[in-house]
């Protein structure tokens, strides 16, 4: 996405990206995900999905999924906290 390319143009990819997975938040109304590999657990008030090294939890409210394939996905929703916890797949 050329999105990522500008931003990590700007910002060392420690900034952006945690162990290959990089995520881009607008706040209050949405946040969206590369390399994403699977959903793990979904509610409306949080998501969380299984990234390389680990998983990325997401907290907010009205959470729903605009746009999931190819390991990119859109999450919809008031995106208040994003949390990577390493360790997993």
Same mark, same amino acid.
């Given at each position: 996405?050329?999105?990522?390319d500008?931003?990590?143009?700007?910002?060392?990819?420690?900034?952006v990206?945690?162990?290959?997975?990089?995520?881009v938040?607008f706040?209050?109304?949405?946040?969206?995900? /590369?390399?994403?590999? %699977?959903?793990?657990?979904?509610?409306? !008030?949080? #998501?969380?999905?299984?990234?390389?090294? !680990?998983? #990325?939890?997401?907290?907010?409210?009205?959470?729903? #999924?605009?746009?999931?394939?190819?390991?990119?996905?859109?999450?919809? %929703?008031? #995106?208040?906290?994003? /949390?990577f916890?390493?360790? !997993?797949a």
């Amino acid at each position: 996405m050329r999105l990522f390319d500008e931003i990590a143009a700007r910002l060392s990819d420690d900034e952006v990206a945690f162990a290959g997975a990089k995520a881009v938040v607008f706040a209050g109304r949405c946040a969206y995900f /590369e390399n994403v590999k %699977g959903i793990t657990a979904f509610a409306p !008030g949080g #998501v969380t999905l299984r990234v390389k090294g !680990g998983e #990325v939890r997401v907290e907010g409210e009205g959470l729903l #999924v605009a746009q999931y394939g190819g390991g990119d996905l859109l999450l919809r %929703g008031d #995106v208040r906290r994003i /949390e990577f916890c390493g360790g !997993g797949a």
